[in-house]
């Protein structure tokens, strides 16, 4: 059985994550809670349902990139190997950037609602404010490897080099 909670390289698997959620997890309840009680207040305008199946094309690569991310961090971690290929290839932290760019912003649009964009402002800026200390034990852990992989791919933004 693999011990997914057993420190790899005096790292834990939640890393910084606990305090990213912390961070964020406010603004998520408070976009449910304006959603569900102040549906006018939520809403986006009628005029821009046409954006509604854009939902859709953003919430299906946001899950994807997001199930692929935590498959091989189970995976990778469990090994203690840094891992920087598929999703992570893709970005640094892929489970956050999906829901920052993907997920959040879809189901916003599938809701035709503003609300869930704002815990997507906090997601990033959470990411932003927490992740350094991270990825400073990554690079103590890894190395050259790590560092080469900063080099190489962004921390949140799909695609982008650094």
Do not use: C
Not at 18 to 32: R, W, Y
């Amino acid at each position: 059985m693999i011990n997914i909670f057993k420190k790899q390289n005096e790292m834990t698997i939640i890393g910084q994550g606990g305090k990213i959620i912390l961070f964020t997890l406010p603004s998520l309840i408070a976009a449910i809670l304006a959603q569900i009680y102040f549906p006018q207040f939520a809403a986006l305008p009628a005029g821009l349902s046409f954006l509604q199946p854009v939902g859709y094309l953003l919430l299906l690569p946001g899950l994807v990139l997001w199930g692929a991310a935590i498959f091989q961090l189970l995976t990778g971690f469990s090994q203690g190997t840094l891992v920087t290929t598929g999703a992570y290839g893709v970005v640094r932290n892929p489970i956050y950037s999906s829901a920052t760019f993907f997920i959040l912003p879809g189901v916003s649009l599938l809701t035709m609602t503003w609300v869930y964009f704002v815990p997507a402002v906090f997601l990033y800026v959470g990411v932003m404010i927490f992740i350094g200390h991270e990825e400073q034990q990554l690079t103590q852990a890894f190395g050259k490897e790590y560092e080469d992989y900063l080099a190489r791919v962004d921390r949140m933004v799909p695609f982008k080099k650094p």
